[in-house]
């Protein structure tokens, strides 16, 4: 349903995009990842036909963004970061709108704004003008927005971003629903746990370069390993080096020093030694976790820090956001080529 092939864009001297290659099949989620600047929105602006690519090509429900702009645009959804909603209507009065406007008679947008309130439980703000919505109700009304056609393809721009956690829970199961129904979407997000439940492939963009792509599961057997985090009561400046005898390769550790994350050998007791060796330097340990391989630590092996940490050694890193809070990148290390080969 969506396709891309050496898709680039360039913006006078900046490379929007440097090529990239997307498929996506009917009734599945892909779930695109990257840091802001990254090219995340400028693939999502192309694919939307709101921009004009530079070179190559993409295809969207059969149809070309470029000679066939039209055609795409009545077979697709968009939430974009931002809410695209009239401040000084109402809820439904916004949903109606939309409903006139893609086409639809007035009984036929009244009765379609109607269901659309019930299905994401606004019904009982839906005579209050949107000012009034909160951060979470905004983003299910923009959600009905781009779903008042219908549409076989939908793009969710970071739709969960600033949410609370209900908010966000609830947005989950409104995306679930859909592809079950059989919608196909591609899902920008700054969120590693979101794309974990929610995406059948994640591509991770980075300076407008694909630098991974895959199942969840196979991004993140390709880590391998076990790891380790530690969080202490503050930070110590023997940390490191008493976890260095204990963990294989790098220890990350938090800007502010009070966290510590490496990989490790699986096996009993590697929670007692940790403790017992930053004990034995005066450490006091808040927390330390064992567990297998999440898409943070993808990140960690494709850029070798995150917004939250910095690696204890000289090699060139690139952060990457865990949260909504977006950074620029800087280019892979060693351990991004690693991971890919191993992809």
């Not at 859909?178 to 963009?205: F, H, K, N, P």
């Not at 490191?240 to 490790?264: E, F």
Request: negative net charge; glycine residues 10%.
């Amino acid at each position: 349903m969506i396709e891309a092939e050496s898709l680039s864009k360039r913006y006078g001297e900046t490379q929007a995009l440097a090529g990239i290659d997307l498929t996506v099949p009917a009734g599945t989620i892909l779930g695109v990842l990257g840091p802001n600047g990254a090219g995340k929105s400028t693939a999502v602006r192309i694919l939307t036909t709101l921009a004009r690519p530079t070179g190559g090509w993409a295809r969207v429900a059969g149809h070309d963004v470029v000679t066939q702009a039209g055609e795409v645009r009545r077979r697709i959804g968009v939430t974009a970061q931002d809410a695209t909603l009239d401040d000084a209507l109402t809820g439904r009065q916004n949903l109606r709108m939309v409903a006139e406007l893609a086409g639809l008679r007035r009984g036929a947008a009244a009765a379609r704004a109607t269901e659309l309130l019930d299905r994401f439980e606004l019904t009982h703000a839906a005579e209050r003008q949107v000012r009034g919505y909160s951060g979470g109700m905004r983003r299910r009304l923009d959600l009905a927005a781009s779903l008042v056609a219908n549409p076989p393809v939908l793009f969710l721009d970071e739709p969960t971003t600033g949410l609370d956690p209900t908010s966000r829970a609830r947005m989950w199961d409104v995306i679930r629903e859909l592809v079950a129904a059989g919608t196909t979407l591609l899902l920008t997000t700054q969120y590693l746990d979101e794309a974990d439940a929610l995406a059948d492939r994640v591509v991770v963009i980075d300076h407008g370069l694909i630098i991974a792509n895959g199942t969840p599961t196979e991004l993140k057997s390709a880590v391998g390993g076990t790891r380790l985090e530690v969080t202490l009561t503050t930070a110590h400046p023997g940390a490191v080096g008493a976890l260095a005898p204990l963990v294989g390769g790098r220890v990350d550790v938090s800007q502010d020093g009070r966290r510590l994350r490496a990989a490790v050998d699986a096996g009993a007791g590697v929670a007692t030694a940790v403790i017992r060796a930053l004990d034995a330097v005066g450490a006091v340990v808040d927390d330390v976790a064992v567990h297998a391989p999440s898409l943070d630590d993808v990140f960690f092996a494709l850029t070798g820090t995150d917004s939250t940490t910095q690696p204890t050694t000289d090699e060139p890193t690139a952060p990457l956001q865990r949260s909504g809070t977006d950074q620029a990148g800087a280019s892979a290390d060693a351990s991004s080529d690693q991971l890919q080969g191993a992809l």
